[in-house]
């Protein structure tokens, strides 16, 4: 079963379409998208790249992750 986590995005648009996304709880994401949707999808994605790459390093989840 897959968590759910609630975090805040900042989502810029740039100047020639799409976005970049980033968290301020989560320095570590950033993604972009051409599309609101695909943003948030990238972002999704993002952040399960993440915590599989703390869990392969063994370190602990940032706070924010942590339950």
């Given at each position: 079963m897959s968590k759910i986590y609630k975090l805040p995005l900042?989502?810029?648009?740039?100047?020639?379409?799409g976005?970049?996304?980033t968290c301020p709880l989560l320095p570590e994401?950033?993604?972009?998208g051409d599309s609101v949707e695909?943003?948030?999808y990238n972002a999704n994605d993002a952040l399960a790249a993440i915590i599989e790459a703390y869990e392969d390093l063994s370190k602990p989840l940032p706070p924010v992750l942590q339950r």
């Open positions: 900042v989502m810029e648009p740039q100047p020639k379409g976005y970049v996304v994401l950033i993604t972009e695909e943003a948030v």
